[in-house]
């Protein structure tokens, strides 16, 4: 009954599930240690599981495994690639944040998110998606609220468990229904793509979606959350979390309502205006904020909108840029969320007044945030500048030129805010004082994850090719 | 026992989960929001288990089960995080959870 | 057909009592009743494991720890205040959604057939434990896996640090 296929299928799971119970037991049984250890294993073993699913667990052909429960193809191959490597680059930006870095039940809750990601990604069966989503988002809420002294942190938690629940109570009605409908859960086994009541049910699984990938108008908790959770796992949640909702939004909508199906133009359409909106009102708030995780808030809500462009473009093409696009926005947002969890550390602050001066305060630091801010606003030669004109071109391609011309007008307001934090980076002093008093020094881990994650992000956008095949094998397997 | 058309069920757990959905909007008690979301699930559940008995497809009981499990853990982690919130706000109202600015 | 409408006024007036209390005590005990109420439902759908499952789990372990969290806190009573901002139009549209949908259903009258006398072992624990162990073992797999992270949570946000973690 068991084979290789089986085990290769879920190699990461269960090689992250074995780490996180290490996790736990060394927490418990080694007493006399540094704070980092935990830190060091839970990065290390994932770097080890990184290695080893890249290189043997890699999918021949699509193929449904566990009784039809995941699919074990390119996509979730990919994917779990990008959500074991965003995780590793959270433990190391966790290592060294007071109350969080220590704690082993910090890194296992990051692995369990980890793992029902994976989960999210790889599965073809309604059953196993909902609890894919869930094992995914219980952990996410106690790590938001994980600093329990901290008002803004419990505050956050608390927020996010209450939208997150709602939200997938409401798309866990949208199952229901399609399993009324058709008899049956499995993804795969549903050939008839013209539902009763298909509209409503787009309506409550957008509902579900749109929350998960903070669309507009279900984004209002994603500024709250994401200001007062720590940092790293606000970077954690604006970049794997919402990669995972977009995995399942793939899954979704192109096993449910493809091409062929009637409905295809209705889904289409909505998700064209939501993009629309998403990206307009992201910017356009983005602008007026002093905070700065509140102002990456906007801006990773703005970025969900591009995204979704390729979406909208329902191709081959379509697919392949919006998995470039959010392996660039992955790794690009993870580095300008350390950049502020390293900063924060020190200068105790997250308002973007308080950040003048700094590229003489550390000038290292500053030019990984030169490099994370400007490809987050599209230049060349960033990974973030490539994977925008894919998506435009998907959605040109697609006839649906109006939507690229938002995009692109969209990009030129999100310049601004962007160039305005590196401005008060560069160009702005501390009133009074001498910068090269107050050093902000990087510790390891931090230094570690950020000069991978700039060479990353500049290794997409120079030589995009390979990557650009890998992201279009994902597509392949979708048509 | 008569019968009874499988949409009568549908229709009733709609009303359960619009009820429900109106507790999350309209009450103000966390607490009470929470027991709401706790309705909207159980009327997803009641769905479930309808379509299942219609389709003669144990699936959907399966599913409730699953849902069942998921809710439970929810309910633990949704309970210790508005402990946690009670704890540094001594407050339960939504309305005074607001530091954050939305 | 009786049993039914009986069962269902139940219900909606046992949801609509919870949404009314002021009191939480009340509500708790009022979507107690309604979650008994649905276990009933579950009977005549011939669902027996599912309907002890929910008497357990719901009655017997969630609404239990509501309470408990109700009277450790000391926060039953609250008054309502009434600024709902943004929450009414959403209110309303999600309203709207489901009495259409509810309409649709009514219109296309018994397109889902009847539910007759269920068959006896559809809903049975032995068919219900074979399929868990077989087809879904991996979400089975996960749920252990959630539960454990939900303990863990639990017991990070709520229970006290011995050591002081003077880090």
Request: glycine share 8%; aromatic share 12%; no cysteine.
């Amino acid at each position: 009954m068991f084979d290789t296929t089986m085990i290769m299928a879920i190699l990461p799971e269960i090689l992250m599930l074995i780490l996180g119970l290490l996790v736990l037991v060394f927490d418990l049984i080694w007493k006399k240690r540094d704070g980092r250890d935990l830190g060091w294993l839970t990065a290390g073993g994932l770097l080890f599981i990184l290695i080893v699913t890249a290189a043997i667990a890699r999918p021949a052909e699509s193929t449904l495994v566990f009784g039809g429960m995941i699919r074990y193809d390119m996509m979730s191959y990919v994917f779990k690639l990008l959500f074991i490597f965003g995780s590793m680059m959270t433990s190391f930006f966790m290592m060294d944040i007071e109350q969080l870095g220590k704690r082993g039940e910090a890194y296992i809750l990051l692995l369990v998110a980890t793992i029902g990601m994976s989960l999210m990604a790889s599965s073809a069966d309604l059953i196993m998606l909902y609890l894919a989503i869930e094992t995914t988002s219980i952990p996410m809420y106690v790590l938001a609220g994980f600093m329990r002294d901290d008002e803004k942190s419990t505050e956050a938690g608390f927020k996010y468990l209450l939208f997150g629940a709602m939200s997938s109570t409401i798309m866990l009605y949208g199952f229901s229904l399609i399993f009324g409908f058709t008899g049956t859960t499995a993804l795969t086994a549903i050939t008839d793509f013209t539902l009763p009541l298909a509209v409503g049910i787009i309506f409550l699984m957008m509902v579900g979606i749109a929350f998960k990938i903070s669309l507009a108008p279900l984004h209002f908790w994603a500024p709250d959350v994401y200001e007062g959770a720590p940092t790293p796992i606000t970077g954690y949640l604006s970049t794997a979390s919402k990669a995972a909702g977009f995995a399942v939004l793939l899954r979704l909508f192109l096993g449910l309502f493809p091409e062929t199906s009637p409905y295809a133009p209705t889904w289409t359409m909505i998700m064209a205006v939501l993009a629309t909106i998403t990206m307009t009102l992201g910017n356009a708030v983005a602008l007026s904020q002093t905070n700065i995780k509140r102002m990456l808030a906007y801006s990773s809500i703005a970025h969900a909108g591009y995204a979704l462009v390729g979406v909208v473009s329902l191709s081959e093409l379509g697919v392949g840029s919006v998995t470039f696009y959010l392996i660039a926005y992955v790794m690009t947002n993870l580095a300008a969320f350390g950049v502020i969890a390293a900063f924060s550390r020190v200068a105790g602050s997250d308002e973007i007044s308080d950040y003048a001066g700094m590229s003489r305060r550390n000038p290292t630091l500053a030019l990984v945030a030169l490099v994370a801010f400007l490809s987050l606003t599209g230049m060349p030669p960033f990974g973030g500048f490539v994977a925008k004109v894919f998506v435009f071109a998907a959605a040109v391609k697609a006839d649906m030129i109006w939507l690229a011309v938002i995009g692109v007008l969209n990009s030129i307001i999100g310049v601004y805010y962007y160039l305005t934090v590196l401005k008060v980076i560069y160009l702005h002093r501390m009133e009074g004082e001498n910068e090269e008093a107050h050093p902000i020094p990087i510790t390891r881990p931090y230094a570690i994850a950020l000069t991978v994650l700039s060479f990353a992000i500049l290794a997409i956008g120079i030589v995009f090719g390979p990557w650009f095949n890998i992201a279009s094998s994902v597509a392949e397997g979708l048509f | 026992m008569n019968a009874v058309p499988v949409n009568y069920y549908i229709i009733l757990s709609a009303i359960l989960f619009t009820i429900g959905a109106l507790g999350v909007l309209i009450r103000r008690n966390a607490l009470v929001i929470f027991m709401s979301i706790e309705l909207m699930l159980n009327a997803a559940n009641l769905a479930l288990v309808a379509f299942s008995s219609a389709n003669a497809q144990l699936d959907g009981q399966i599913f409730v089960f699953f849902i069942m499990t998921v809710a439970a853990a929810e309910v633990a982690v949704g309970l210790a995080l508005i402990v946690a919130v009670f704890r540094t706000k001594k407050s339960i109202d939504v309305d005074q959870i607001n530091v954050l600015k939305g | 057909m009786t049993v039914f409408i009986i069962l269902a006024l139940v219900a909606i007036i046992t949801a609509l009592g919870m949404l009314i209390s002021r009191n939480a005590v009340y509500s708790a005990l009022f979507l107690v009743l309604n979650f008994a109420t649905v276990a009933v439902f579950y009977l005549l759908l011939g669902a027996p494991f599912i309907a002890i499952t929910q008497v357990t789990v719901y009655a017997g372990a969630i609404m239990v720890l509501f309470l408990f969290v109700i009277m450790l806190l000391g926060t039953d009573e609250l008054e309502d205040t009434d600024n709902l901002t943004w929450q009414r139009p959403l209110a309303i549209g999600l309203a709207v959604v489901l009495v259409v949908e509810g309409i649709y259903l009514m219109l296309s009258q018994n397109t889902l057939g009847f539910i007759t006398t269920p068959s006896e072992d559809l809903g049975s624990p032995q068919a219900i434990g074979d399929m868990l162990f077989s087809k879904y073992l991996l979400p089975f797999e996960a749920t252990s896996i959630l539960l454990l992270v939900a303990m863990v949570g639990a017991i990070v946000l709520t229970v006290k640090n011995k050591k002081g973690e003077q880090s």
